[in-house]
């Protein structure tokens, strides 16, 4: 018996009911406290039947239980009456933005003034954003390290005047990552999932809110701190989140609990192709939404034998606990499985809109070109939106712009932004720091923050472009973040400049397509000798292709001719031999993939935030690499 039918029964019953509390109403008979009594039944027996014949029309997640369905209903309704005022709310802080940032510093310097960080750089007296650049000094990480790790340690009034709930970690590809203290404001924003919500309801149409979506999550190492609490990445999910997570998604909440990626990844998807109903996507990645659709590709016959018997498959790795949670809630569906059975059978490209024909998007930030990959494979014919712009310590922005290319508008309500022009970006004080009021369209920054978390000033690395104004407020594009620079002799290269000469190069070779890619500077190959080295980059590329053939010198020096058109510093300093040629350097198939594992495994890194370094900045990663390498 589906939902749909079994909300029908209870209107109709409710409706019978209330009709009958009418009748009685309108005797004669029935006066006073009774009738009163009687006139509330009725309209509440009214709402209900409503309530009950509008749920009964909606599409709706078979694998809802009672519970989840009418958490699912009563949120999405929430959100949406919400809103309005949010939207007011923020409309104004965009028109206004100096006024908002002025406001938000103010309320920042009053709550963290009379810990010992506020009493030592005098927070009392900064009231305005001219005082805080003249007051307070510009920080990096390493200025807050200390006082986080007191925070950790169980201090109280160190530097943070809030109530934290719990660590983020950042993704620490090289190593150890910044611990970072998470209050409630920080953990969830909910004007970003409300306006969220209200974007991809107007550019992809509105879902019914019975509808569950796929989350793909893989759970992180479990750590905590000295005073008890959770150490994690910003994606993480607890026992505190399950009733919110079993309202949205369709994985049991065992499936949350899975530690090995590839475990993890077939899981979700598992319960995810069992839901013809599910209504969005979220990947975290393109690059991890793609692999998780290629994962699909390689285990759906395996896949549709546990969907059909109810049992998992056998050769997982999954705790006894945790796959009895699973199985529990995993009921045999044959008519499910001939659906999937028939859409499998026909090829994968275009997969995602076949097999869940009412997904309205994806949701997941593009990494080295996934997201193209993925619209013409997998997502083929199915929208793919990133709807914020965010780090570990802070939101950052919010993309209300569907169908461009993923741009920010700032949230001047929430953060404090500086910007140092990108000709300053290597300074370790810039003398020229601009405010959110005086920035331009089509210069480039680093941004420097003042956030929620108790950081001021805080320099994190991340240049961006100002591509327009949404109201009076900047609306940025992310460009590359300054550890990512590739820089042999001043010639400063960034890396999305880099994946575009990598991409042109190899799509000048047949019957190949790329993979991934990294690279790194010849310095780091020499690191501990003393003679003279040539100066050049190591590109190193993993591709796909038909028949397995080396590459050609004439092939190999397409990147070096590319990277000279678009690059005249570079192009220079190769004409006159300061810098060499570079080495392309291919690897093995899966390459790539084994270097993620490597990487988690010595870092504090995890599956659900990881992101392929695109420039390998330690002489272990490097060595690692150079193993891969076919010729």
Same mark, same amino acid.
């Given at each position: ?9 209870? %209107? ?42 509008? !749920? ?18 009563? /949120? ?81 009034? #160190? ?32 004007? &970003? ?97 793609? @692999? ?30 945790? @796959? ?22 026909? %090829?994968?490209?275009?997969? &995602? ?55 920010? &508008?700032? #949230? ?23 405010? !959110?009021? =005086?920035? =331009? ?19 994190? %690395?991340? &240049? ?26 001043? =010639? ?10 990598? @991409? ?52 190999? /020096? ?74």
């Amino acid at each position: 018996m589906t939902w749909a039918f079994r909300f029908l029964l209870l %209107g109709l019953g409710s409706t019978g009911l209330t009709l009958q509390i009418c009748k009685y109403c309108l005797s004669p008979e029935t006066h006073g406290m009774r009738k009163a009594f009687a006139v509330f039944l009725a309209l509440l027996g009214a709402v209900f039947s409503f309530v009950n014949f509008h !749920i009964s029309s909606l599409r709706c997640s078979q694998s809802h239980t009672l519970r989840t369905l009418l958490g699912s209903y009563v /949120s999405h309704t929430l959100i949406r009456l919400a809103y309005p005022f949010v939207a007011y709310k923020v409309s104004k802080q965009w028109k206004n933005p100096r006024d908002s940032q002025e406001n938000r510093l103010r309320l920042l310097t009053t709550r963290d003034a009379k810990t010992e960080y506020g009493r030592k750089f005098q927070l009392g007296k900064i009231k305005t954003l001219r005082d805080l650049q003249s007051k307070h000094p510009i920080t990096t990480y390493d200025h807050y390290r200390p006082y986080v790790q007191r925070l950790a340690d169980g201090e109280d009034g #160190v530097f943070l005047g809030d109530t934290i709930r719990r660590f983020g970690i950042t993704s620490g590809t090289t190593g150890s990552g910044k611990l970072i203290p998470m209050i409630h404001a920080t953990i969830g924003n909910g004007a &970003v999932t409300v306006l969220n919500i209200k974007v991809t309801d107007r550019a992809f149409g509105r879902p019914s809110p019975l509808q569950r979506g796929c989350i793909l999550y893989c759970k992180p190492a479990p750590a905590v701190t000295k005073s008890g609490l959770d150490v994690a990445p910003l994606i993480y999910f607890s026992e505190k989140d399950k009733t919110m997570l079993m309202a949205m998604q369709n994985a049991p909440f065992e499936a949350f609990q899975i530690m090995t990626d590839f475990e993890a990844a077939y899981v979700h998807l598992l319960f995810g192709i069992a839901d013809r109903n599910l209504s969005f996507f979220y990947g975290g990645f393109t690059s991890m939404t793609h @692999r998780a659709f290629k994962l699909l590709e390689d285990n759906w016959e395996q896949m549709l034998t546990d969907l059909i018997t109810g049992r998992l498959n056998p050769k997982l790795n999954i705790e006894d606990n945790v @796959r009895a949670g699973l199985e529990a809630v995993l009921v045999p569906d044959p008519d499910r499985v001939d659906q999937l059975r028939s859409e499998f059978s026909k %090829g994968f490209k275009g997969v &995602v809109a076949r097999i869940w024909p009412y997904l309205h998007y994806i949701f997941c930030v593009d990494m080295a070109g996934f997201k193209k990959k993925l619209q013409e494979g997998y997502a083929k014919g199915t929208p793919i939106f990133t709807g914020a712009y965010s780090c570990t310590e802070t939101l950052l922005g919010i993309n209300l712009w569907v169908a461009d290319e993923p741009k920010y &508008v700032l #949230v001047p309500g929430d953060v404090v932004y500086e910007f140092i022009p990108e000709e300053l970006c290597q300074e370790k004080y810039p003398l020229q720091i601009y405010l !959110i009021d =005086e920035v =331009e369209v089509s210069k480039r920054y680093e941004l420097m923050v003042t956030i929620t978390n108790g950081f001021f000033r805080y320099r994190f %690395g991340d &240049v961006v472009e100002v591509v327009d104004f949404h109201y009076n407020c900047p609306v940025i594009q992310m460009r590359y973040r300054t550890g990512e620079l590739l820089n042999l002799n001043g =010639e400063k290269i960034d890396v999305n400049l880099m994946f575009t000469v990598i @991409r042109e190069t190899v799509a000048g070779w047949p019957l190949r397509a790329l993979v991934d890619w990294t690279c790194a500077e010849s310095p780091l190959l020499y690191a501990h000798k003393k003679d003279p080295y040539e100066m050049y980059y190591l590109i190193f590329i993993e591709v796909e292709e038909e028949v397995g053939q080396r590459l050609t010198e004439a092939e190999r /020096s397409e990147f070096d001719k590319i990277l000279r058109k678009h690059h005249s510093l570079y192009d220079h300093y190769r004409a006159v031999g300061t810098i060499a040629a570079p080495r392309m350097l291919r690897v093995r198939p899966g390459s790539f993939k084994k270097f993620q594992d490597y990487i988690i495994a010595n870092s504090t890194a995890s599956y659900n935030q990881f992101k392929m370094p695109r420039k390998l900045r330690t002489k272990m990663m490097l060595d690692y690499m150079m193993n891969m390498t076919t010729e």
